[in-house]
């Protein structure tokens, strides 16, 4: 019978986080998604028009013009900093789009996607109701950090 506690190194939670933001997860993507069928945690294998159960593009909000672009932007860098013990993750550019009268009017969620063959979703953000981008600005502010992996 095997006794003892594993417990990993601060340090290896940050290498970890690193080595998925620099190599396997590519670079993520921010795009906006109506309430047609509302994304939840349990929501089968999410990914955005690439492989997996529920493809998320297909509620993409509309119309994809104005300063809303189809399939959303790319978040640029992807930094990873140690703090008390969990790897935070963090981007510099969020979602920030000025109003704009071809924008999208049905914004209900925002999705983050990475942009690799699967598109794999890796979380979505509820933006408090319908957002009709023609009549204001929208920001989209993560918390700070956007996540973290955990060592406890």
């Known amino acids: 019978m095997a ?43 999410p990914h955005w028009n690439g492989t997996g159960t529920t493809n998320l593009q297909t509620n993409e909000a509309s119309p994809k013009t104005g300063n809303y672009t189809a399939d959303g932007h790319a978040l640029v860098n992807p930094t990873v900093t140690l703090v008390g013990g969990d790897a935070e993750i963090d981007f510099d550019d969020k979602g920030v789009y000025s109003q ?8 209900f969620y925002a999705v ?9 979703c890796v979380l979505f953000i509820e933006l408090g109701g319908v957002f009709d981008m023609t009549t204001g ?8 950090p956007l996540m973290y992996l955990d060592n406890t």
């Not at 396997?24 to 795009?31: H, K, N, V």
């Not at 983050?112 to 794999?120: L, Q």
């Not at 600005?137 to 700070?144: E, K, N, Q, S, W």
């Open 3 to 45: 006794q003892g506690t594993v417990v990993a190194f601060d340090q290896w939670m940050v290498d970890l986080a690193e080595a998925l933001m620099d190599h396997e997860l590519g670079t993520f993507y921010i795009a906006l998604v109506n309430n047609t069928s509302a994304p939840i945690v349990s929501t089968a294998i």
């Open 100 to 107: 704009h009268a071809s924008n999208p009017t049905n914004a």
């Open 112 to 120: 983050i996607y990475n942009n690799t063959a699967a598109k794999h």
């Open 137 to 144: 600005d929208l920001t989209i502010t993560f918390g700070a």
